[in-house]
């Protein structure tokens, strides 16, 4: 993970395949990472390159388009389409937009133009290495949150808690279709992990898909498959969720935002436990478990002719209501001790406590992103604490109920005597520039891409201030 000594990220762990069919390409990027301490492999064209990655370990792919045989573009896909976990870096030549957008599309995790420089190589690389190295980070996260006190992957013991535990362990046992419901960052994915794991089905996949996430042009070949040659691009047939799911666990997120269309099509699955891929004729039979979970209201949607009346039943058999973090306000403190080690050993910082006055006002706030607000505010206090002991004034703006940088707070800053009008100036920038991006990723669905076009910048400038902001957009997804 990280040296334990300069807490950087150690980077020998990350295993880095270079794919050009130009040897002194090839030569030119070895020469540049070698010394940023990544493990270096060469392939000199892609077939090349799928026969190493379908034998040993890479984290990232850096890959030209431009290549004999299978190109660039060919080798995203199949990379995609086997589910290999690796980051893709795609090579352009400049002037080639088309097929930058077309490479992201087919699952390049980004891409650079030439002639590129030696710093922006080593930027990309290392950008790709932080998103990796916070997905172990994720990973042990929820290993640390099962072995603490709790029921599965969740923390609390109030009243309205113990009967979310009580019926996931009684549905759990059984493979009844079960809906989910509750606000947004209540977790309501980590519920549906929770059956599936206590379930057993555990040893078959859960796969999960947020309904709200994609077009509804593209929700049924995620969900179905498709055969080759059924729309344009698709070069190959690809298993759809359901199809993956066999044997295990599918949990439809935000299903309150499927299509009509779709829901017919999910209806004759759970009815008949069989469906087609788009583009095919042939019935494929699978034996998988649906869990589904929405923050809409599904009944309103059913008189507004929206959501079918007969899919609604049929998700329904049971109903998980999940208590937003303020009917539970026990559980704060059980919540905010819990990840206040957790991220206080992360981040190396000897933070011990939260201080009366700052854990009497968490317990008044009323938390509208729920536990993954909480989760939020948490690690900010750790990353900016300046002792053992986290005070009242130490917490956002929003839980001391004014604003940061009003008269008030501006009043108290100069009276402390503790910060200069440019760490002012900087502090209020950052704290505008997380909210607003955070909100912005909510709601688009973090969708990096489709972000960025909202709000007019560049998907790499994004991904740099998501970084520079040391914003966990995954850990922020998960628990919502």
């Not at 290993?143 to 362990?169: A, N, W």
């Not at 509804?216 to 344009?232: D, N, P, R, V």
């Not at 935000?254 to 788009?278: H, N, P, Y």
């Not at 004729?281 to 209201?297: C, G, K, N, P, Y």
Request: charged share 30%; with cysteine.
């Amino acid at each position: 993970m990280s040296d334990p000594v300069t807490n950087k990220p150690d980077n020998s762990t990350i295993n880095v395949l270079i794919v050009d069919d130009e040897k002194a390409a090839r030569y030119g990027m070895i020469k540049a990472l070698r010394p940023e301490g990544f493990r270096l492999a060469e392939a000199e064209d892609a077939l090349s390159a799928l026969n190493l990655l379908s034998t040993n370990s890479y984290h990232i792919v850096i890959s030209d388009v431009s290549m004999p045989g299978m190109n660039g573009i060919e080798l995203v896909k199949t990379i995609r389409d086997r589910q290999w976990p690796v980051l893709v870096i795609m090579i352009t030549a400049h002037g080639s937009e088309k097929l930058a957008v077309e490479a992201i599309k087919s699952g390049a995790f980004n891409y650079m133009s030439k002639p590129y420089d030696i710093e922006e190589l080593r930027a990309q690389v290392h950008h790709a290495a932080q998103q990796i190295f916070l997905l172990r980070e994720n990973e042990q996260l929820r290993h640390e949150l099962q072995m603490k006190k709790g029921f599965g992957h969740f923390v609390g013991e109030s009243k309205p808690m113990q009967k979310v535990y009580d019926l996931i362990d009684k549905v759990s046992r059984n493979i009844v279709t079960v809906l989910i419901r509750g606000e947004s960052g209540t977790g309501k994915e980590m519920v549906a992990r929770t059956i599936h794991e206590r379930s057993p089905r555990s040893s078959g996949p859960f796969v999960s898909l947020n309904c709200a996430a994609l077009p509804k042009e593209l929700i049924e070949s995620e969900l179905f498959g498709y055969e080759k040659g059924a729309f344009t691009g698709a070069v190959g047939s690809k298993q759809g969720k359901f199809e993956i799911a066999d044997k295990g666990t599918i949990f439809l997120d935000e299903i309150g935002d499927m299509s009509l269309e779709t829901q017919a099509k999910v209806l004759r699955v759970i009815q008949e436990r069989k469906f087609e891929r788009v583009g095919g004729t042939e019935s494929i039979q699978v034996d998988v478990r649906i869990l589904s979970a929405t923050h809409r209201d599904l009944e309103k949607l059913i008189r507004a002719g929206q959501f079918r009346e007969d899919l609604y039943y049929r998700l329904n058999v049971v109903e998980i209501l999940l208590p937003a973090l303020k009917k539970r306000p026990e559980d704060i403190i059980l919540l905010s001790r819990f990840y206040l080690d957790v991220f206080s050993e992360r981040h190396h910082i000897p933070v011990k406590r939260f201080s009366q006055d700052a854990m009497k006002t968490m317990m008044d706030y009323d938390w509208p992103g729920n536990v993954r607000e909480l989760i939020n505010v948490v690690e900010r206090c750790v990353v900016l604490s300046t002792g053992e002991e986290i005070t009242r004034d130490q917490l956002p703006s929003d839980l001391l109920g004014r604003p940061e940088f009003g008269a008030q707070g501006v009043k108290e800053m100069l009276d402390r005597g503790d910060v200069t009008f440019q760490e002012a100036k900087q502090k209020v920038v950052r704290s505008f520039e997380r909210e607003f991006i955070l909100e912005a990723m909510r709601l688009n669905e973090y969708n990096i891409s489709q972000t960025a076009v909202k709000l007019g910048m560049k998907r790499q400038y994004l991904q740099q201030k998501i970084k520079e902001l040391e914003l966990n957009i995954q850990e922020v997804k998960e628990n919502g």
